[in-house]
Structure formats: C-alpha cells, structure tokens
T-cell receptor
C-alpha cells in the first residue's frame, strides 16, 4: 500500500525534553511538509522540504527542527524551546506543485 | 495576518440540503485553491481543487465556485448526507502548493438525518 505513515499516534513530552515525530512516505514524492493543527486554528505550516538535504522554514518554525536525509523520511523534532507544543501534528507529501497527501497525524501532549 | 478567511465556523444542514462554505483571500498571487475534508482524529483528505482560470469546477456532489475579482471561492455540497459530517478546510497557495498551503480555520459541518 502506498501512503504516508506517522508515528507514534500519541506522544507525551515532559518539561525540557526534546521529542521527535516520525513521517515516512512510499509515494516517491519529492516534497514533504509538516503542519501543526490547533482547535479552531486550521493548519499552519512549520517546515517543508522540496528535495533531499534541503528544507525551508514555514510560518511557525520557532521551537522546531527537521532533517531530510532520505527522500522517504522527514522527521520533526519539537525542542524544549517550543513553549506550547500541545497540538495535532500532520505530515504531508506531494510531487511538488499539486495535491498534498496527509498522514494520519501525531497528537502531542505535555505531561 | 490571516490570509484566508473561512466562514461559517460551524454549519448545520438537513439531509438532502445544500451545504455552502465560503472563503476569501487577500494575496492575489495565490494560484491554487484546494478544499480538504477531515474526520475526527484523521488527516485531511483532498476533496476538490480549482485554479483561477476557471469559475467553477464540479466533481460529483461537490462544486467549487470561484470569483477572482472578489477574491472569493466557495464549496457547495449538493444533496448533503450524514456521512458528509466533518470539518472542511479551504486553502490557497502560490505555485500550486510547492511551498506549502495557507489554510482557513475550518468549518465544522453537521448533516442532520
């Protein structure tokens, strides 16, 4: 089955801890994206990558970091600098311009 | 600065009726306008998308109407069904979305049986 997988489904973060969210796709897409969703706020772009070993900041990149070492993978790290990390995190991919396909999401909660 | 404004925030429609959700944008460089449907706890899924060179696009019961001069676009769901109950997001982008999408805040649609 082709698609996007995100893990874990739920993630708990303690104060001062960095956590990493996984995103993998087997659609052979060049571009990958991370969005954050808060209740009543829609989706906001955190980071995106159009090609391996290159990525750009989105609208709300502060407190987050990413890497793109492989075409299939685009992990997101929520650092301790992100003071309000509780949200639903969505990964997407596309061939570049055109339809973005979303994964099932990871819900991050703070202990 | 909210570049895509979506209304209403919530909407209740009777089964068989027409659901209408509206969006307005500010950036005239936007050239791709998709609509996404999201069920609770799931990722959004593309419903239908339009580019500004056409005024209307229809796919099954879903239609996008686009008014370039007014910088507005809307989603119409004909013969609304209880299974259509979900949150709907409009979005806009430059260059077809390669640099990411700008989303509206969403509309929570409930179709009453």
């Amino acid at each position: 089955d082709g698609g996007i997988t995100q893990s874990p489904k739920y993630l708990f973060r303690k104060e001062g801890q960095n956590v990493t969210l996984s995103c993998e796709q087997n659609l052979n897409h060049d571009a990958m994206y991370w969005y954050r969703q808060d209740p009543g706020q829609g989706l906001r772009l955190i980071y995106y990558s159009q090609i391996v070993n290159d990525f750009q900041k989105g609208d709300i990149a502060e407190g987050y970091s990413v890497s793109r070492e492989k075409k299939e993978s685009f992990p997101l790290t929520v650092t301790s600098a992100q003071k309000n990390p509780t949200a639903f995190y969505l990964c997407a991919s596309s061939m570049g311009a055109g339809t973005q396909y979303f994964g099932p999401g990871t819900r991050l909660l703070v202990l | 600065q909210q570049q895509v404004k979506q209304s209403p925030q919530s909407l209740i429609v009777q089964k068989g009726g027409i659901s209408i959700i509206n969006c307005a944008y500010e950036n005239t460089a936007f050239d791709y306008f998709p609509w996404y449907q999201q069920f609770p706890g799931k990722g959004p899924a593309l419903l239908i998308a339009i580019r500004p060179d056409v005024s209307e696009k229809k796919e099954g019961r879903f239609t996008i109407s686009f008014n370039k001069s007014a910088k507005q676009f809307s989603l119409h769901i004909m013969d609304s069904q209880p299974g259509d109950s979900a949150t709907y997001f409009c979005a806009a982008s430059i260059g077809g979305g390669a640099d990411g999408l700008t989303f509206g805040k969403g509309t929570h649609l409930i179709i009453q049986p």
